[in-house]
């Protein structure tokens, strides 16, 4: 996922300066993005994005305490259900992410196909882009990957799961869509620069969650500080799953005490 540690984190620093950011501001080349916050490049009414990759996003967000209503109010973020397998189903809390990443689905979506589709395709894979439409949240709006780093490489992740109906792991490739990188990138970021992959195993603290273990290499040695839980919060009915709930509500609090989410624009 996009939120990493010391060591892989410095790596995505400096790739999306190289790559997206810095040629944008220095060298005029009229990177076609609009930012939510008026200080980029272009300003616009929405959100994010390259429009013909991606449509414009309004970027929403909630007390950590009001979450959990506007989720099943169908404000927020999207309940896996079960067109998806039982491992995917749900919602997903980033642990250990400070105020970056938060809770993620891999819901169906407005998004439009190949992405956030609600089933694995006939190969077993599933892509979802980061910043998509209520797919993804962050904790903190002036946190480096939801203010630049997911905006201007417009980031999507192929999960390729080795099965269709029980997945217990998948390879993870990263894929830049918008700008430069998109074309310096076209078949994702080679795994020998950053590694991906998540398989499922028992958490002790979260026995009633599916949890997957994130791993993340950096030229290809395992960086531990950059790897990670990703324990499920909510069932697939709506129902949350103690003490995993719970905990990331704490957690919530620590870091402003708001949740923040991307949902398509009307045009």
């Known amino acids: 996922m996009p939120v990493v540690g010391t060591i892989a984190g410095a790596v995505y620093f400096i790739f999306a300066v190289v790559v997206a950011v810095l040629p944008c501001y220095l060298l005029g080349l009229g990177c076609p993005y609009c930012n939510c916050w008026g200080d980029g490049q272009v300003s616009c009414d929405h959100c994010d994005y390259d429009e013909e990759s991606f449509g414009y996003y309004d970027v929403l967000s909630s007390p950590c305490d009001d979450f959990y209503q506007k989720i099943i109010d169908s ?79 417009g980031l999507s992740y192929e999960f390729l799961f080795n099965d269709a109906t029980d997945p217990t792991y998948a390879n993870i490739i990263v894929t830049p869509l918008s700008g430069r990188a998109k074309n310096l990138f076209p078949n994702g970021i080679p795994q020998s620069i950053m590694g991906f992959d998540m398989y499922t195993t028992p958490h002790h603290i979260y026995p009633n969650s599916v949890n997957w273990f994130r791993n993340t290499s950096v030229f290809t040695i395992p960086s531990a500080d950059s790897s990670y839980n990703l324990v499920q919060v909510v069932s697939a009915n709506g129902s949350k799953l103690e003490p995993a709930f719970t905990n990331w509500q704490h957690e919530c609090h620590q870091y402003g005490g708001n949740v923040y989410w991307h949902k398509l624009a009307a045009q």
């Not at 749900?90 to 589709?117: H, K, N, V, Y």
């Not at 910043?131 to 490489?153: C, Q, V």
């Open 75 to 153: 404000e927020a973020l999207i309940i896996g259900g079960d067109s998806l397998p039982a491992n995917l189903q749900g919602l997903f809390w980033l642990t250990e992410q400070e105020g970056s990443s938060s809770i993620m689905s891999f819901a169906g979506s407005d998004d439009g196909a190949p992405f956030s589709t609600g089933a694995l395709t006939e190969d077993d894979t599933y892509q979802i882009k980061i910043a998509g439409d209520r797919i993804w949240s962050y904790k903190d709006p002036e946190d480096f990957n939801w203010r630049w780093f997911a905006p201007y490489l």
